[in-house]
């Protein structure tokens, strides 16, 4: 119980010093931001909220400015089922990828975030 208290109090401690230090968004023409909006449709993060590793990647979401769909894989029972089931692991950060009718689930925060720098940074 004590552990327990101490991880959520951790967890929101994390939360705030991320909403504090939160880094600027990425600057791009209307059109272009269009084009990241259309390419990044595709994508979902299952996350825990209070995550360190989770905070880091949406982290680089939030700079890169790329509208992600978040799944709680924490709180939201269907998206607990589809991490394990489809991905194979309930590990958190996971990215869901769908490319040309392909599935890749990303694990592993700084794969996710190597994988979005490539993607989205020069967009």
């Known amino acids: 119980?004590?552990?327990?208290?101490?991880?959520?109090?951790?967890?929101?401690?994390?939360?705030?010093?991320?909403?504090?230090?939160?880094?600027?968004?990425?600057?791009?023409?209307?059109?272009?931001?269009?084009?990241?909006?259309?390419?990044?449709?595709?994508?979902?993060?299952?996350?825990?909220?209070?995550?360190?590793?989770?905070?880091?990647?949406?982290?680089?979401?939030?700079?890169?400015?790329v509208p992600v769909a978040l799944r709680d894989a924490k709180n939201d029972a269907q998206a607990r089922q589809e991490l394990e089931q489809q991905g194979g692991k309930i590990q958190v950060p996971c990215l869901r990828i769908e490319e040309e009718g392909q599935v890749r689930w990303m694990y592993e925060s700084k794969a996710i975030i190597a994988y979005l720098e490539q993607r989205f940074a020069n967009a």
């Open 1 to 65: 119980m004590i552990i327990t208290a101490l991880r959520q109090g951790l967890g929101q401690l994390i939360i705030f010093i991320d909403w504090v230090t939160r880094p600027a968004k990425l600057k791009r023409s209307p059109e272009a931001q269009t084009a990241v909006a259309q390419s990044a449709k595709n994508l979902s993060l299952y996350q825990f909220r209070g995550c360190p590793f989770c905070v880091k990647t949406r982290r680089n979401l939030h700079r890169l400015n």
